[in-house]
C-alpha cells in the first residue's frame, strides 16, 4: 500500500507541474517522460529495496510472457498475460509517448502528433494485438505440451477474434476518407461483426470457462455452481450481468462518438477504467474457480488463494485446501449470514487452531 501512495503522489506532481509549468519555467513536456524515467528506474532498480522481490519476479513473468511459445506456460504467466489484455489503451499510450518524443522536437508544443496516432496504421495496430498474441501463443505452447485441443485450441481461438477486431478497425480507418457518410464504409460492418464475435466469445469462456459458471449440477444455486467459497450469491449474480454489459462497451462508446454526444478521448477515458474494474471483478472468481478445482485435483494450492470475506469463508477455504472431501457437493443452499455470524478474519498465526493445518 505504501507503495501505491508514493508512486500516487509522484503522478500527482507530475501533473500538476505539467499544469503549472509555466509558473515553474519547465517545458510542460518534460513532466510526462520525467514520470515515465522514474516508473522505469523503479520497475528495475537492482537494489533490494521497494518489493525487489516482487518486482523481479513479475519481471521474470513479464519475460516469460513475451517469449510465451518456447517456454513452459504455468498459471501466473497466463493470469499476468490475462491482465495486459485489459491495459490495452494503457500499451497504447506508452506507444503514443515514444512516438511523441521521437517526431516531436519542440518540447514547449504538443505539434502534429497524427503520425502517432490517428495516421498509425502499422505499429498502433501491432501494439492493439500483443496481448492477445501472447496469450494465444501461450495457448498454443499448453496444447503443444497436453495435446488437448480442448479447451487450448479453443482458447487460442478467442483470441484470435481480437486479430480480427484489430485489422477491421485499422481498415476502417484508413479508408475512412473515400466515404462522405461513414455507414458506407464497407469495413464498419466487418468491425462490427468481428467486435460482436469476439465479445460473445470472450463473454462466454468468461463464465462458463474462467468462472465455472452455469454448471449444470448446481442445484439450488442457480446459475452458478454446486460449490462456491463466498457466501452471498449477489456477487456472482452482479459479476454475470456486469461482466456482459463492459464486454460490450465498444458499442456504447461507438454509439456515443458516432453520435457526437462524446468526445472519443472522453470516452476512451471513461472505457479503460472500467475494463480494469471488469477485469478487477473478473480476478476474484478466476482464482476462485481455479482454487476449487486445485482442491478437487488434490492438487497444491496455496500458491493460489483467494480472498475471503470474514472467518466463516475463510475457514471454508482452508477446509477446502487441507480435507480430503473439502470440495463437496453442495445439496441445499448455503443460509444466508446473519450479522452476528460475520466475524474478522482469522489472524495467520491463528490459522493451525482452527485444525486446517499443512503437513
Known sequence: ???????????????????????????????????????LVFILNPLRIFRHDARFWALRVMGRIIA????????????????????????????????????????????????????????RPIVNCLPAWFRFAQCLRRYRDT?????????????????????FTTLRSYHKDEYTDQLDNPYLYLWIASAILSSCYAYTWDI???????????GENKFLREETVYSSTS??????????????????SYILTEGKYVNSDIMTSITSPLEVFRRFVWNFFRLENEHLNNCGKFRAVRDISVAPI???????IIKMMDEIDGVIHRRKKKPPKKKEDKQKLIPEQSIEETGFCDF
Not at 506456460?73 to 498475460?81: E, K, M, N, Q, T
Not at 479453443?154 to 485489422?167: C, D, E, R
Request: hydrophobic share 55%; with cysteine; charged share 15%.
Open 1 to 39: 500500500m505504501e507503495i501505491a501512495v508514493i508512486l500516487g503522489v509522484v503522478w500527482t506532481l507530475s501533473i500538476l507541474s505539467f499544469l503549472y509549468s509555466v509558473s515553474l519555467s519547465i517545458p510542460p513536456y518534460v513532466n510526462p517522460l520525467a514520470l515515465t524515467v522514474i516508473m
Open 68 to 123: 510465451a511459445p518456447f517456454f513452459h506456460v504455468g498459471f501466473a504467466d497466463f493470469w499476468l498475460a490475462d491482465q495486459l489484455n485489459s491495459l490495452v489503451s494503457a500499451l497504447l499510450d506508452f506507444q503514443f509517448l515514444i512516438c511523441f518524443y521521437f517526431v516531436n522536437g519542440d518540447w514547449l508544443q504538443a505539434g502534429d502528433t497524427d503520425i502517432c496516432q490517428d495516421k498509425s496504421y502499422i505499429i
Open 147 to 167: 495435446k488437448e485441443a480442448f479447451p487450448h485450441l479453443v482458447n487460442a481461438g478467442k483470441y484470435s477474434t481480437t486479430f480480427l477486431v484489430v485489422i
Open 208 to 218: 462458463k470457462m474462467d468462472w465455472g459458471l452455469f454448471d449444470s449440477s448446481a
Open 235 to 252: 456477487f456472482y449474480y452482479f459479476a454475470i450481468v456486469e461482466d456482459l454489459i463492459l464486454r460490450f462497451s465498444w458499442a456504447f
Open 310 to 316: 470474514d472467518s466463516s469463508d475463510q475457514t471454508q
